[in-house]
């Protein structure tokens, strides 16, 4: 069985380039956010339900991410409702991932891994971390987001310094060489365990 790597992180702390840098290293990906987007996306298996629970958010057969946001900044329950849609699929969609694995290590990319308790199921968890004000300048540089819709996001995400001080590697995404070099470390580690216990 591969070894599980749980790769978690507050919003904009650099997840997904610093999953990119596993890849490199020879690892499998899973994404949580990108399960979403195949959800959301035409044929999704979370347009009807959620075409179901908010109408106005499906436009020609995909979920529509913008007024989603403005759904979710207008009505306080609003998330944990997608939340109850979108989790069980997500779920479904990582367990047909898993059957066609080979890799040695899998890294599981998900924002939240800890928030959810899925990091029981990893064998050792990695957490991307930068300070708050370069965490959000890189949100709001991205310009998908409003400073409001960003705020509201990160108050439902375990504070950085808890999930920094759980987790068994922190990478700090300070800049993308040192972020690849950590990488690189903890893939060395990973294996060198693994050869050990072969
Ligand atoms: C809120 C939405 C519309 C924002 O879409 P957008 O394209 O702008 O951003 P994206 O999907 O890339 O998410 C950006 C980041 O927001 C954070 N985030 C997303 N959903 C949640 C959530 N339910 N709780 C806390 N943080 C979240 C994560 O850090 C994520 O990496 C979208 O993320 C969504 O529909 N979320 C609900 C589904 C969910 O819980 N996804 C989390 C992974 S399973
Ligand atoms: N190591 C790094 N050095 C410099 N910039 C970085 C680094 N890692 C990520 N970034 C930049 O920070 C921004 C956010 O990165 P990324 O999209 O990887 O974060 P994320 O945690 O996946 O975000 P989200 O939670 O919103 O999905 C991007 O603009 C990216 O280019």
Redesign the pocket.
Same mark, same amino acid.
């Given at each position: 069985m591969s070894f599980r790597l749980g790769l978690t992180g507050?919003?904009g702390m650099g !997840?997904s380039t610093t999953a990119s840098f596993f890849v490199d290293e020879g690892c499998a990906l899973w994404d949580?956010?990108a399960a #979403?987007h195949r959800l959301y996306d035409k044929g999704g298996a979370a347009v009807a339900p959620m075409q179901a629970a908010f109408p106005e958010a499906v436009v020609d057969g995909v979920v529509d991410?913008a007024r989603? !946001?403005a759904i979710?900044a207008s009505e306080p329950t609003a998330?944990k409702q997608?939340?109850a849609i979108?989790?069980p699929l #997500?779920a479904a969609d990582r367990a047909d991932f898993l059957k066609s694995v080979t890799a040695d290590i899998v890294v599981y990319d998900i924002?939240?891994l800890f928030e959810t308790g899925g990091d029981k199921a990893m064998d050792a968890v990695a957490c991307v971390s930068i300070p708050r004000e370069d965490q959000k300048a890189r949100v709001m540089e991205r310009g998908?987001?409003t400073e409001a819709q960003f705020e509201q996001?990160l108050a439902?995400?375990m504070p950085n310094e808890d999930k920094c001080a759980r987790a068994d590697f922190v990478i700090v995404t300070d800049t993308l060489d040192h972020a690849r070099q950590q990488v690189q470390d903890i893939v060395k580690e990973i294996r060198t365990g693994l050869n050990q216990n072969a």
């Open positions: 507050s919003i !997840k949580a956010d #979403v991410r989603l !946001k979710i998330l997608i939340e979108v989790h #997500v924002p939240l998908t987001m996001i439902k995400q």
